[in-house]
Structures are given as C-alpha cells and as structure tokens.
C-alpha cells in the first residue's frame, strides 16, 4: 500500500524550464551565433545550451507582439490591431 508522499511523489511532473527574451528592434541575425558581426556571447551560450524557436510571428511594434505572446490570439483579436 503506499502512502500519501508516495502517490504525490508518482504523480510530481517535472516541468520545463523556459527562458523567453523578447526584445525590441532585434533581428534575426543580430545575434553572433546566427551570422552577425556583433558579438552576443552570453545570448550565443543560452542558445547553444537551448533550443531555438523559429516559428514566433511578430507585429511591426512591441505592444500587438506581446499582446500575441501573452494571449495567443492575433493582437486585433486582443485588442491591440493598430
């Protein structure tokens, strides 16, 4: 029979650790590990260490991004269109 930290215990799902950087006005290839010039060395260690997700769509400016981001919905569907 197992007690009750025992089930608990069977029952813990160890989550992912997820590290998400938006930042404004960064291209693609800004970073060094990705063909740029400019060194990025700690941005460059997170990504060799990580994965890269290369399927995120973002709007022109900040706001509709995180908009995005934080709903998962079109930002004119947030709200945040124009």
């Given at each position: 029979?197992?007690?009750?930290?025992q089930?608990?215990?069977?029952?813990?799902?160890?989550?992912?650790?997820?590290?998400?950087?938006v930042?404004?006005?960064?291209?693609?290839?800004?970073?060094?590990?990705l063909?740029?010039?400019?060194?990025?060395?700690?941005l460059?260690?997170?990504?060799?260490?990580?994965?890269?997700?290369?399927?995120?769509h973002?709007a022109?400016?900040?706001s509709?991004t995180?908009?995005?981001?934080?709903?998962?919905?079109?930002?004119?569907?947030?709200?945040?269109?124009?």
């Open positions: 029979m197992l007690g009750a930290s089930v608990m215990a069977a029952q813990t799902v160890k989550q992912p650790n997820i590290l998400l950087i930042a404004d006005d960064l291209g693609f290839s800004d970073l060094s590990a063909g740029s010039e400019i060194q990025t060395p700690h460059d260690k997170l990504l060799a260490d990580g994965r890269l997700m290369l399927d995120f973002a022109p400016s900040c509709p995180r908009a995005m981001l934080m709903s998962g919905n079109d930002p004119h569907i947030a709200g945040l269109g124009m």
